[in-house]
């Protein structure tokens, strides 16, 4: 399945004003971001972008062990938030 039929998926598995949640992620060591791509992509399926804003943390229990042994971790993030406005 594609990314837009992951969209598309979750857009008809929500009730109106359902929200998917996404944030960047970390894979092989690199770090992936969903900013722009996965804004455009949702919009085509139908979802209206409601929120996004980035802050820092530094996510799982290990994660401030794992940066100081040299395993990279995502200190900061966006985050985005869609909704679905109306059935359709």
Known sequence: MTV?????ACL??????GVV?????????????FGF???RL??????TCTEWYQHSHIGKAF???NLSIGV?????????????DRDG
Not at 12 to 17: A, K, Q, Y
Request: hydrophobic letters at 35%.
């Open 37 to 39: 791509q996965h804004q």
């Open 4 to 8: 837009l039929g992951v969209y598309k």
């Open 21 to 33: 949640v996404i944030k960047d992620q970390i894979r092989a060591g690199k770090r992936i971001t």
């Open 42 to 47: 949702a919009r085509k399926v139908g979802f």
């Open 63 to 65: 994660g401030y062990w």
């Open 12 to 17: 008809d598995s929500l009730r109106v004003g």
């Open 72 to 84: 990279r971790q995502i200190t900061e993030e966006h985050i985005l938030m869609f909704r679905k």
